[in-house]
């Protein structure tokens, strides 16, 4: 029987007992250059849960779809779940957009059952030992299980975020998703949240420097594997988004 993550290492396992499985040991970049290097260089280790925050019309989704078109494209598998958007949408912007990895997509909101249809196309032999990334739009979209009715509570969001990350720990494989920001411009949830995760993406409009007022501001402000705080300032047009200047904040 598998165990679970948490169930895998008593209490008071002496560190020395433990080795690094092989599969963490590997890095998947995404094929968006602006991506990859504010996240070092390097891509994302196995078992990470990312983040990806932004201010509403920044274009998280169009930056999603770019790194869901990148994987596949580098020869990796992706499941892009969008709760939020229809899937006539999504191919719309897809075709506005000119992506050409042909990426696999769904509409479910109920955790379950997304976590059902991952495992079940990570696990068939034509995607046996390729990177597999789930990508799910959005965190606050999503429906836990825990109400037959299929209400949303306040809590909803963070637990749906504790099951995406356990499966992700539990099977070495990534997980993306993207959280809502208010008008004040916080994120949407507990604070809690962004503890949970292993790193954390945050787009938002660059409203201070002058010369770059209008352009979207890309920030990795958390990555426990990687780099953080290198800055893009990108442009967004009809074929998404083009780098305009970097700045590494050390």
């Known amino acids: 029987m598998k165990l679970k993550f948490s169930d895998a290492f008593e209490i008071g396992t002496p560190i020395q007992d433990i080795t690094v499985p092989p599969e963490m040991l590997k890095r998947h ?89 991952a495992d079940r196309i990570r696990n068939s032999p034509q995607n046996k030992d390729r990177p597999f990334f789930l990508m799910v739009d959005s965190l606050q979209c999503l429906d836990d ?29 990534h997980v993306i998703v993207i959280g809502q920001v208010t008008k004040g411009g916080t994120f949407a949830g507990s604070n809690k949240m962004k503890h949970m995760v292993d790193c954390h993406m945050h787009l938002s409009f660059e409203k201070k420097d002058k010369e770059l007022l209008g352009y979207r501001k890309f920030e990795v402000q958390k990555n426990r594997f990687g780099g953080a705080h290198r800055v893009s300032w990108l442009s967004l047009g009809a074929k998404g988004f083009s780098v305009a200047a970097v700045e590494e904040c050390g």
């Open 29 to 117: 970049k995404t094929g968006v250059e602006w991506i990859d290097e504010g996240l070092g260089g390097e891509g994302f280790v196995p078992s990470v849960v990312a983040l990806f925050t932004g201010e509403a019309g920044a274009g998280k989704t169009t930056a999603l779809l770019s790194i869901a078109s990148g994987i596949t494209r580098n020869g990796g598998v992706c499941l892009y779940n969008t709760a939020e958007e229809s899937l006539f949408q999504v191919k719309r912007t897809v075709e506005r957009l000119g992506l050409r990895g042909n990426f696999l997509v769904g509409g479910e909101t109920l955790v379950d059952d997304i976590l059902a249809a």
């Open 145 to 173: 299980g825990k109400f037959s009715t299929g209400r949303i509570t306040g809590w909803t969001a963070e637990r749906a975020l504790e099951q995406l990350t356990t499966w992700a720990k539990e099977n070495y494989t």
